[in-house]
């Protein structure tokens, strides 16, 4: 009797544990702003705007898709652990100035309930950007 409280016990706490990345999976709608520092002097990058899509790769893992609005889509994977999500390197451009610049995007953010903040880092030979991603479930 003891040992079948105990198999039930634990097949309830394994039945209550959920899918942290399955939870997180879905469509948002994303805003991402924020500014860098040219020639000694503060400027905000232009304000961007889209749709993402982040699909379950594995309990820890998700591949999240950027499609931003009048532009480029990108994609790039990230770990998901408890409320926390980091983003892999990934490749885009950015345009300020009239210039559009490659630079290497990476992040660490938090996860709240339909909501999802990153705080997002742009780097290149050109600029340096400490930006935020804002992301809300559909």
Do not use: W
Not at 77 to 102: C, D, F, M, N, Q
């Amino acid at each position: 009797m003891k040992k079948s409280l105990i198999i039930l016990f634990a097949l309830m706490a394994l039945a209550s544990c959920k899918d942290q990345v399955a939870q997180v999976s879905g469509s948002y709608s994303y805003k991402i702003s924020g500014t860098t520092v040219i020639a000694n002097e503060t400027v905000a990058l232009p304000d961007e705007i889209g749709a993402l899509d982040i699909i379950r790769l594995d309990s820890v893992s998700a591949l999240l898709t950027f499609n931003a609005l009048s532009g480029p889509a990108y994609t790039t994977t990230a770990t998901i652990e408890g409320k926390e999500i980091t983003l892999e390197e990934y490749e885009r451009t950015v345009t300020y100035s009239a210039l559009t610049v490659p630079v290497r995007a990476s992040g660490d953010g938090t996860i709240y309930d339909g909501t999802i903040v990153i705080d997002l880092h742009y780097a290149s030979n050109n600029l340096d950007a400490d930006l935020v991603l804002l992301c809300k479930k559909n």
